[in-house]
């Protein structure tokens, strides 16, 4: 198979209609890089750290999300088993474990592919998706990590769903 280099011209940096919206929709931001900026959001368990990079050679915006759970020697195979149960539950992008920094994180990509322009709301869809699947799982990490709990209790435990009020 040959694969080929498509070359696009874009009119601006896909990060640069990121950082408009994040100025308009006032979010923490820095662009220190070209490539790369992060978001700083605040959610109901945890801040969450958020990177969006430009990854030209694909031409995909690649965002990660991460928050402050550092995972012990001790935790990580139970963690681990955790990450692959909720990888099974998740339709758009999937949990790691950032190996360098023993941190878990949400990755997604969206691929841009022959000088496609990403929109604002594929960018706030991005951001949304990845702080909403934290929030939704953060608390099974904690289990795991702080309770002594096995993955499938954890992960059993916020996926329980109640109705109404009491």
Excluded at 28 to 38: G, H, L, P, Q, V
Excluded at 46 to 56: L, N, Q, R, S, V
Excluded at 67 to 95: C, P, Y
Excluded at 125 to 131: A, F, N, Q
Aim: hydrophobic share 45%; glycine share 4%.
């Amino acid at each position: 198979m040959n694969l080929t280099q498509i070359d696009s011209d874009r009119s601006e940096h896909p990060l640069d209609v990121l950082e408009r919206l994040a100025g308009l929709r006032h979010w923490i931001f820095d662009r220190a890089e070209t490539d790369e900026m992060s978001v700083s959001v605040a959610g109901r368990f945890a801040d969450y750290h958020i990177a969006f990079t430009w990854i030209e050679d694909v031409e995909a915006l690649h965002v990660a999300c991460a928050f402050d759970l550092k995972v012990q020697d001790r935790q990580r195979t139970e963690v681990l088993r955790l990450i692959s149960a909720i990888n099974e539950q998740l339709w758009v992008g999937h949990f790691d474990l950032w190996s360098g920094e023993s941190v878990v994180m949400f990755r997604h990509a969206l691929l841009l592919t022959g000088g496609v322009e990403p929109t604002n709301a594929q960018c706030e869809t991005m951001l949304r998706v990845s702080v909403d699947a934290c929030e939704r799982y953060f608390q099974a990490f904690q289990f795991v990590m702080w309770a002594g709990k096995s993955a499938r209790e954890a992960l059993d435990s916020v996926l329980f769903e109640t109705e109404g009020e009491a």
